[in-house]
Every structure is written in C-alpha cells, then in structure tokens.
C-alpha cells in the first residue's frame, strides 16, 4: 500500500475543529464486528457438531464431506482470531483517530486474515459437491460441469489472494509505512474481487437449484419434496449473502480510510462463511429434522416395486433387519396330520421308521454402515429413523 495521504484522509470527514469532528472520531465498528463474527461462528460450529455426531452415530467414521467441512470450520476460527486482532489495533474506526503503529498493525492483521478467510466460505462448496454427486448420482456431463465451477471459483478467489498480498512491491510495505512500494492501480484488483465473488455467488445459486431440479424428477409427496427442496436448496442463502458482499468491495478495498470503510466487507465475509457452513451442513441434518419434527410412519416397501412387499428394510445405525410374514414359530404352531404323523404346538408324534426334523433358524446381519444414506433413503421415499 502506498503511503496514506493524511490530507485525503481528513476529507473523508470533518477536519479538526469543524463540527461533528469528535463524534465522527469516536465512531467505533469494532465491537460490531467482534460479536457478530464469533456469534455466526459458534452457532455454525453447533451445526457442525451435529453433523459430525450423526455422521458418526450412522457410519462409526466420517465422510470426504465432512473433512471439507471441518477444514472449513479452521480455517473460520484461523480468521476470526486474526479479525479480532485486527480489531484490537483499529479496525472499525477511522484511519484519522489511529496512530502509525496502530495503522501498521491493523494492516498487517487484516491482510492475514483474508487469507484464512478466502479458504473459509469457499471450502462448504466444495462439501457440498462432494454431497450431491455421492447422493444425486449426476451424469457424467452435469458431474464434470458441477466440479468444473466450483474448482474454478476456488481458483479463482487464490489468484485474488495473491492480487490482495502482492498488490505492492515489496509486499510488506503494505504494512509498513516506512518503506516506499511500487503498487498495482486498486481498479482492476476492485473489478476483479468483484468477478471473483460474483462466480462464488453463481456456483452457490447453481449447487443450491441443481438438487431441487433432480427432486422434482423423484416421485414423492409433496410435503417431503418441499422439505428435502428447502434443505438441498439453502446454499442460495449463501449466494445472496455472497452478492450482497460483492456490492461493499469496491468501498472496502480502495478507501483510504479502509480501516472504517471495510469493515462492513469484514463482517459480511464472516457472515458467508458462516452461512455456507450451516447451508453445507443442512442436507445432512434433513433425517434429524424428519425424526424430531415430521415422525413420518414407517414405510416399510419400496415405492412402486411390488417385488419387496413381504420385506421391511430399517435403516437403522447400520443395521438390517428382513421380517416375512410367516415365521419358523408360526409352523409350530400349525396342527396337522400327514401320513400318521401329527405336529402340535406341544410335542412331535412320529410314526414307526418315520425321522421329523424341525429347525427354526434366526439371522441377525450387522453391517459397518447403512445400506444407504440417511439423506438418500428420505431422496428414494424412505423414512429414516434412528435414535442419537
């Protein structure tokens, strides 16, 4: 960054002496930022924890999802520690009020965490895709395009990374005020953070309609598609949180007074983090919600196949459970006589040189985990239902 021009600065607001002077240095965002960061952050970590518990609960392990999303969920507290350091040296009040310690430290701080903060509400997108093409089963044409913009968007938001960092030669002049950089014009740098999250937006709108689309071509009641739609689909909350965003980067990026001016850019970067990560985590949560608020009987054949009429497949923890209509118990029950041998309940009666043989045969399989997917059983209109 070049070195600041107080004069630009001071006009920003009033000067010393005007009136408003000492109420417009007073104006502090930094208790905003605070609370509002670490308040998105510990209710999406409460959404991860369960998660993560169902997850464990159904599979004994965890998901390539799940790591996606843990990885999230570092890199979100990597950033929010940085935030707050950020803060306590400044950010969130005007560049005027700081002195040039302060304006170094907070520069220094802000720029570091950017860092972690870029990985934290890109790396959701990333289990969300892994989610969809494990549970939709896309064709190959959709799965490639599905990867193809999420790996681009991620590619994209690193090139911004380092446009960010090594805007100016050296870079440490960002933050170090006694050094005299060569810098990039911040133009082109504002137009292309505004392309990079505008893409993240799109493919936030695009991983949130695709698995609404393929649900309308499920047959289901309507009530469960409604349901599974708002689940699948709440990734859009994230696309409209990451365009509201896009429309404070060009003030957050190129203000002189940045350390005011982006904290608003700050904020909603938390907050989309925050979102992803809860949006990326709700399809999971979906059998959860189905047994603590639908409590939908248990459907016990698959749709339209008459061929599994006489079997109750429970998705329960892993375990499989098969119950015919008649039993072993149900035979020795049944009188009858043939051939001068009678079968009672009570006893066997066999006749001279005549050998009767019952065996009643019960078989337990257990296996490491479901046959399917919690999510994918409400997908193909099963009802789920576990205990955690």
Same mark, same amino acid.
């Given at each position: ?31 905003? #930022? ?5 308040? *998105? ?7 991860? $924890?369960?998660? @993560? !518990?169902? =997850? %464990? ?54 720029? #570091? ?5 870029? *990985? ?7 289990? $969300?895709?892994? @989610? !969809?093409? =494990? %549970? ?253």
């Amino acid at each position: 960054m070049p070195l600041l021009d107080f004069d630009s600065l001071h006009h920003t607001g009033p000067r010393p002496g005007e009136p408003g002077y000492d109420e417009y240095i007073a104006e502090d965002r930094g208790f905003t #930022i605070i609370v509002t960061s670490w308040v *998105f952050l510990a209710l999406a970590t409460l959404v991860v $924890v369960l998660r @993560l !518990l169902l =997850r %464990l609960r159904v599979y004994k392990y965890l998901l390539a999802d799940d790591y996606w999303i843990l990885a999230a969920t570092v890199f979100g507290y990597i950033s929010a520690v940085f935030t707050t350091l950020a803060v306590h040296y400044g950010v969130g009040r005007h560049m005027v009020a700081l002195g040039p310690a302060q304006q170094e430290a907070l520069t220094f701080w802000m720029a #570091i965490a950017f860092l972690p903060g870029a *990985f934290f509400f890109m790396l959701p997108k990333m289990a $969300v895709i892994t @989610l !969809l093409t =494990r %549970l939709m089963k896309p064709r190959p044409l959709h799965k490639w395009f599905l990867w193809a913009i999420t790996l681009w968007s991620m590619a994209s938001v690193i090139v911004l990374m380092g446009l960010f960092i090594g805007r100016c030669d050296p870079p440490e002049a960002l933050w170090n005020f006694d050094m005299t950089p060569t810098c990039l014009d911040p133009r082109p740098i504002v137009a292309y953070a505004i392309y990079a999250n505008g893409f993240a937006a799109f493919v936030d709108v695009v991983l949130a309609v695709y698995p609404v689309a393929k649900l309308f071509q499920i047959q289901m009641s309507a009530r469960r598609r409604f349901g599974l739609s708002c689940a699948l689909g709440i990734g859009a909350v994230g696309g409209a949180v990451a365009v509201y965003k896009t429309t404070v980067i060009p003030e957050g990026i190129s203000s002189p007074d940045y350390s005011y001016d982006s904290a608003e850019l700050i904020l909603w970067t938390a907050i989309q983090g925050c979102t992803m990560m809860i949006a990326a985590s709700m399809p999971v949560l979906a059998p959860l919600v189905n047994i603590i608020f639908l409590r939908h009987t248990r459907n016990s054949t698959r749709p339209n196949d008459k061929s599994y009429n006489n079997i109750d497949y429970s998705h329960e923890m892993g375990v499989r459970h098969l119950r015919t209509p008649e039993s072993q118990d149900n035979i020795l029950r049944t009188s009858t006589k043939e051939g001068g041998v009678q079968i009672t309940q009570n006893g066997i009666t066999a006749g001279p040189g005549q050998i009767l043989v019952s065996n009643e045969i019960s078989v337990t399989v257990e296996t490491g985990q479901p046959i399917m997917d919690p999510l994918e059983a409400l997908i193909r209109g099963y009802n789920w239902e576990g205990r955690l």
